[in-house]
């Protein structure tokens, strides 16, 4: 959470993605970091950002006392998202692989700067690789099976 919200007790939020596709908008409870949860009464897109009111946050200092406090959801809670679309959530632990079959590592993290998210993946050598998730590189992705097929270039990487 980013700061209060005017004075009734609502919070801002800036959330990792586009406020307008962030599942804070439709998910009804959230845990905090310090194991605290609160019910969502109300949540809307503002600007770049979400402003919602939680059930017991009556007041702008109850409000700006869940300040700088991350949000986590459940992931039973999040929406079905169509046959190609992925929660990058579910892409983390993934092996990927050429279409050989030779595993080029592991995602640990997908973060977005701007383009396309990115892959982070922790490979067998130790090293780590970013490999771009975007339609030109990559060719299959089974989550059920915890794989993704990619034609990024690894022998040309450093």
């Known amino acids: 959470m980013t700061d209060a919200y005017g004075l009734q007790g609502w919070?801002?939020?800036s959330p990792y993605n586009d406020p307008t596709q962030s599942v804070l908008?439709?998910?009804?409870?959230?845990?905090f970091d310090d194991g605290a949860s609160a019910a969502v009464e109300r949540a809307r897109v503002h600007a770049a950002s979400i402003v919602c009111k939680l059930a017991g946050t009556d007041d702008r200092d109850a409000a700006l006392a869940l300040k700088n406090h991350e949000i986590l959801v459940s992931r039973a809670d999040f929406p079905r998202g169509a046959d190609d679309e992925f929660y990058w959530v579910d892409l983390v632990g993934c092996r990927v692989t050429d279409r050989a079959g030779t595993v080029h590592g592991e995602v640990g993290a997908v973060d977005d700067y701007g383009a396309h998210p990115i892959l982070k993946l922790a490979c067998p050598d130790?090293?780590?690789?970013?490999?771009?998730?975007?339609?030109?590189?990559?060719?299959?992705?089974?989550?059920?099976?915890r794989t993704i097929v990619t034609d990024w270039p690894f022998e040309d990487a450093p």
């Open 11 to 13: 919070v801002k939020v």
């Open 25 to 31: 908008r439709s998910i009804r409870r959230w845990w």
């Open 126 to 145: 130790g090293r780590e690789r970013l490999v771009p998730f975007a339609g030109d590189w990559i060719v299959a992705v089974d989550v059920a099976a």
